[in-house]
C-alpha cells in the first residue's frame, strides 16, 4: 500500500494508483474547503484499492465507493477500477432512460463526494440513525459542497439526477427503502430525489438548512424530521407522497431495520 500523505486527507492506494488517488485526494479536498468554514472536521482517510486489496481488507463486493466509520476513524473507499459486472448492472438499469447526461465511471467518481458528506455527517453528529433521513441530509450536504467548491460538477449532479429521476421503481416507499428494498433502481432513484430536492432547498435558503442542523446536533430521527418539516412546511407533503405518515411530534420515522 503506498501513500499521499496529508493532515486532512491522507490517501492510501494500491499499486498503479498515484494519480488516480491524487485527483480523488484534491477533490475532497475542495469539498473540505467548503466543509471547515462551518465547523472543524477530523482527518479522513481515502483509499483508492484493487479489487485483491480490497477484498483482503474488507467485507463488501467490490466496486462502490462507500464511507465508513470505525476506532481508527473516519474513511471513504473507492476502487482503482470500475469491475465490468457493475457498469453492466448500471447499464442495464439505465437502459430504459436513453443516453444518460454522461460517462458511468465519472458518475461514479462524483459520488464519492456524496460518501465524504456522510463521513461530514459522523464527525458534526448529524446522523440520525434513520436510513432515509440521513441520506437526505448527506445529498443537502453534498450539493451544497459542490455549489461552493466545483460549480460545474454540481450542475453535472443535478443533470444526471433529472436523468435517474425518471426511472419507475416498484418500491417507491421510504419504508422500503429503510430496508434497502427496491433494488440498485431504487436506490438510484431515491438519491436523485433527495438531490433535486436539496436544490430547490438550496435556492430557496442557500445554507440556511446547514447552520439550523449544525445548530440542532446532535441529531436523531425525531429532531431531524421536526426541524425539516418545521422549517420547510412543503416537505411534509413531499415526505407523504414517499409514505413517510408519521408527524414529528408523533411516532418517529420508519425505523430502519435491524
Given at each position: 500500500?503506498r501513500?499521499?500523505p ?19 485526494q484534491?477533490?475532497?479536498?475542495s ?9 472543524p472536521?477530523?482527518?479522513?482517510r ?18 462502490l465507493?462507500f464511507?465508513?466509520a ?12 470500475y469491475?465490468?459486472r457493475l457498469?453492466h448492472?448500471?447499464?442495464e438499469v439505465?437502459?430504459?432512460l436513453?443516453p444518460?447526461p454522461?460517462?458511468?465511471p465519472?458518475?461514479l467518481?462524483?459520488?464519492l463526494?456524496h ?6 455527517q459522523?464527525a ?7 436510513r432515509w ?8 450536504l ?5 455549489r ?5 460538477l ?7 439526477s433529472e436523468?435517474?429521476a ?8 421510504l419504508?422500503?427503502y ?7 433502481e ?5 438519491q ?12 430557496k ?11 440542532a ?8 424530521h421536526?426541524?425539516?418539516?418545521e422549517?420547510?412546511p ?7 407522497g ?5 408527524s414529528?411530534?408523533?411516532?418517529s420515522s420508519p425505523?430502519?431495520?435491524?
Amino acid at each position: 500500500m503506498r501513500a499521499l500523505p496529508h493532515p486532512h486527507l491522507p490517501a492510501f492506494f494500491s499499486e498503479g494508483g498515484a494519480l488516480r488517488a491524487k485527483a480523488l485526494q484534491d477533490y475532497l479536498l475542495s469539498l473540505r474547503e467548503v466543509y471547515v468554514r462551518y465547523a472543524p472536521l477530523p482527518p479522513v482517510r481515502l483509499f483508492v484499492l484493487s479489487e485483491k486489496d480490497w477484498r483482503a481488507r474488507l467485507p463488501y463486493p467490490y466496486g462502490l465507493p462507500f464511507q465508513h466509520a470505525g476506532p481508527e476513524g473516519l474513511s471513504v473507499y473507492a476502487p482503482l477500477t470500475y469491475p465490468e459486472r457493475l457498469l453492466h448492472r448500471l447499464r442495464e438499469v439505465l437502459l430504459p432512460l436513453g443516453p444518460p447526461p454522461g460517462e458511468i465511471p465519472a458518475f461514479l467518481d462524483l459520488n464519492l463526494g456524496h460518501e465524504y458528506a456522510h463521513a461530514v455527517q459522523v464527525a458534526w453528529r448529524l446522523r440520525t440513525g434513520a436510513r432515509w433521513l440521513d441520506e437526505f441530509v448527506a445529498n443537502y450536504l453534498f450539493l451544497l459542497g459542490l455549489r461552493r467548491a466545483r460549480p460545474d460538477l454540481a450542475e453535472t449532479l443535478l443533470a444526471w439526477s433529472e436523468h435517474l429521476a425518471r426511472l419507475a421503481p416498484e418500491k417507491r416507499r421510504l419504508s422500503d427503502y429503510e430496508r434497502r428494498r427496491g433494488g440498485l433502481e431504487g436506490a438510484l432513484w431515491f438519491q436523485a430525489r433527495f438531490t433535486l430536492m436539496a436544490q430547490a432547498l438550496w435556492e430557496k435558503d442557500d445554507d440556511g438548512l446547514l447552520l439550523a442542523l449544525l445548530e440542532a446536533a446532535p441529531l436523531d430521527r425525531k429532531r431531524g424530521h421536526r426541524l425539516l418539516v418545521e422549517r420547510y412546511p412543503e416537505l411534509r407533503e413531499w415526505f407523504r407522497g414517499f409514505g413517510l405518515k408519521a408527524s414529528p411530534g408523533g411516532a418517529s420515522s420508519p425505523r430502519q431495520a435491524p
